[in-house]
């Protein structure tokens, strides 16, 4: 791309996530990292899960994200008794034509809003892992693919374990981010209460841009350069995961590819046409933590997968020349 095209594609970028960051703070209040970093993964085409404990804000900020682009979108309200068929889609006899006929489900959405994930049975959180990596559902050996761009923001409640399914290891692995909204700060939360006297909902939230808009901000991450020093360092900060004596089970091969896929999409936000070991560092714990697992031992010692992966950081030494 020539310089000037170049300079265009960055501020155009620049121009959208600053409308889309605009957009969400009017619901999301005093959580302008949590934003930021809800963004960096729709923009890196992956899927989000919020977790969190009830009311501070996971379901808005999930429906804010679907609303502030005009896109397709649905809401699945998991329940212990919603089937797979249900989220897929079920085929229907046609009495007219004799034969039968798929009713695609909605997770056939541009943004699929899921809440209580975790309260979905095995059977029906399997049938999201399809969809999730392989962005298809197949049924009666016909393939339908899922709109892009296509992305799943799920919420559970990790306080809450009567009637619960605990998502699998394999089904966790689907999400690129893992992110937990937090209570806001005392100013935050009063103005939380001052708009909601006035109606500033996100059922009144407006539409941003539209679904190209989305889809050229996503090409333009891939355009962003990533050294062979910053994969080394990727890879190392994988490796020191899964050696530390108090893990099961480290970061996989996708964990290291979903991290390369956010850096890339948090140093776009930063106007950077290249990623810094400073973007990989940033995104390490949202990308990696709910990938870690921990051996019980070291979990009744109060050990987390977060100390695991902070600790990584720390001690991996830092590429100096990142243009190499």
């Known amino acids: 791309m020539a310089p000037g095209g170049r300079a265009a594609a960055v501020a155009a970028f620049a121009q959208r996530v600053d409308r889309l960051t605009g957009n969400l703070c009017q619901v999301i209040r005093g959580k302008d990292e949590v934003v930021r970093r809800?963004?960096?993964c729709m923009l890196a085409e992956g899927h989000l899960l919020l977790q969190d404990v009830p009311g501070t804000?996971?379901?808005s900020l999930a429906r804010a994200m679907a609303a502030s682009i005009r896109l397709e979108w649905n809401r699945i309200q998991f329940t212990p008794d919603l089937l797979p068929s249900d989220v897929t889609g079920v085929s229907v006899f046609n009495q007219g034509t004799g034969t039968f006929e798929f009713r695609r489900g909605p997770i056939f959405a541009n943004i699929v809003?899921?809440?209580?994930?975790?309260?979905?049975s095995p059977k029906t959180q399997a049938a999201l892992l399809e969809v999730m990596e392989e962005r298809t559902v197949s049924t009666d050996a016909v393939v339908y693919p899922v709109p892009r761009p296509f992305m799943v923001v799920a919420t559970q409640n990790p306080i809450d374990m009567e009637g619960t399914y605990p998502l699998p290891e394999a089904q966790l692995d689907r999400f690129l981010m893992r992110l937990e909204v937090g209570y806001p700060p005392a100013e935050a939360e009063a103005d939380v209460l001052r708009h909601e006297k006035d109606g500033a909902t996100v059922s009144h939230l407006a539409p941003v841009m539209e679904g190209l808009d989305l889809l050229a901000m996503i090409d333009h991450v891939k355009t962003v350069e990533v050294a062979p020093t910053i994969e080394g360092y990727i890879v190392a900060l994988a490796q020191a995961t899964r050696q530390a004596p108090e893990v099961r089970l480290g970061v996989s091969p996708r964990g290291s590819?979903?991290?390369?896929?956010?850096a890339r999409a948090w140093a776009a936000m930063?106007?950077?046409p290249f990623v810094t070991p400073d973007d990989v560092k940033l995104c390490a714990s949202s990308v990696w933590c709910h990938r870690v697992l921990l051996h019980p031992?070291?979990?009744l010692q109060g050990r987390t997968s977060a100390d695991v992966v902070a600790r990584a950081v720390q001690s991996?030494?830092?590429p100096r020349n990142i243009g190499t």
């Open 316 to 318: 991996v030494p830092v």
């Open 113 to 120: 809003v899921g809440d209580e994930i975790n309260r979905a």
């Open 38 to 40: 809800a963004l960096t």
């Open 297 to 299: 031992e070291a979990e």
């Open 57 to 59: 804000g996971k379901t």
């Open 257 to 262: 590819l979903a991290l390369l896929r956010a």
């Open 270 to 272: 930063g106007d950077r």
